[in-house]
């Protein structure tokens, strides 16, 4: 059965980075789903961040585009999303979570990690 | 953006009563592109119904699910204790390529 695990540092400054790291277990990530990472400020709804295929190819979502990035490590089967500049906007519970196949849906999902934007 | 909205925003109902969740897209979405999905307290969503209508693996058949085009709904047909949580409609918009959830109805206990 497939799990997801997110990790990374559960406060991040300012202007530095968020990195963080969602960890597949019980199959392969080289299988054929897309891979997306989304958050959840808290007290809030949910907002897809983007997303990523084995192969490489991304979608962000265009009111982020400019600030996130993901990346996929078929060796390590892993996949990772950066944040650049954060702010305390960026303050959420983040969630790696795949792509259901033949629909447009997220059948497995993480537990989540929380971070928050501090300094 | 396809935005979604939902209502109601609390659904207040004792055990047993019927609950039903409306989602309305500002514009037309492909039924294979909209999802629900259940979120309890410090847990993750949960995929409930996938393409407008089938129930995901595991998820019990008093749960329902039907709609087209712009209005969709979710009905549980008699809500168990442990149907208490947050409801969340979910859509998919190919150009660009973007997910986007409602804001959510929270199914509480009256």
């Given at each position: 059965q497939v799990q997801l695990?997110?990790?990374?540092?559960?406060?991040?400054?300012?202007?530095?980075?968020?990195?963080?790291?969602?960890?597949?277990?019980?199959?392969s990530i080289s299988s054929n789903h897309w891979w997306s990472w989304i958050r959840q400020p808290p007290g809030q709804g949910l907002?897809?961040?983007?997303?990523?295929?084995?192969?490489?190819?991304?979608?962000?979502n265009p009111s982020l585009r400019s600030l996130v990035s993901i990346s996929i490590d078929n060796s390590k089967?892993?996949?990772?999303?950066?944040?650049?500049?954060?702010?305390?906007?960026?303050t959420?519970?983040?969630?790696?979570?795949?792509?259901?196949?033949?629909?447009?849906?997220f059948d497995i999902w993480g537990r989540g990690t929380m971070v928050t934007v501090s300094s | 953006d396809i935005a979604l909205t939902q209502s109601p925003g609390t659904l207040s109902l004792s055990p047993g009563e019927r609950a039903t969740l409306s989602c309305r897209a500002f514009q037309s979405v492909?039924?294979?592109s909209f999802a629900w999905y259940q979120q309890k307290p410090g847990q993750a969503p949960r995929l409930l119904i996938f393409g407008a209508s089938t129930r995901a693996a595991g998820i019990p058949d008093r749960f329902s699910a039907s709609g087209s085009g712009t209005d969709f709904s979710l009905t549980i047909s008699r809500v168990e204790p442990e149907?208490?949580?947050?409801?969340?409609?979910?859509?998919?918009?190919?150009?660009?390529?973007?997910y986007t959830f409602g804001q959510g109805t929270k199914l509480e206990i009256k």
């Open positions: 695990q997110e990790s990374g540092p559960g406060l991040v400054k300012p202007s530095g980075t968020l990195s963080l790291t969602c960890s597949v277990s019980g199959g907002q897809w961040i983007g997303e990523i295929f084995p192969d490489g190819r991304t979608n962000y089967n892993q996949f990772s999303l950066k944040v650049n500049s954060p702010t305390a906007a960026d959420a519970l983040y969630f790696c979570a795949r792509h259901l196949t033949g629909y447009d849906a | 492909n039924s294979r149907d208490f949580a947050v409801y969340y409609c979910q859509q998919y918009g190919s150009s660009p390529p973007l």
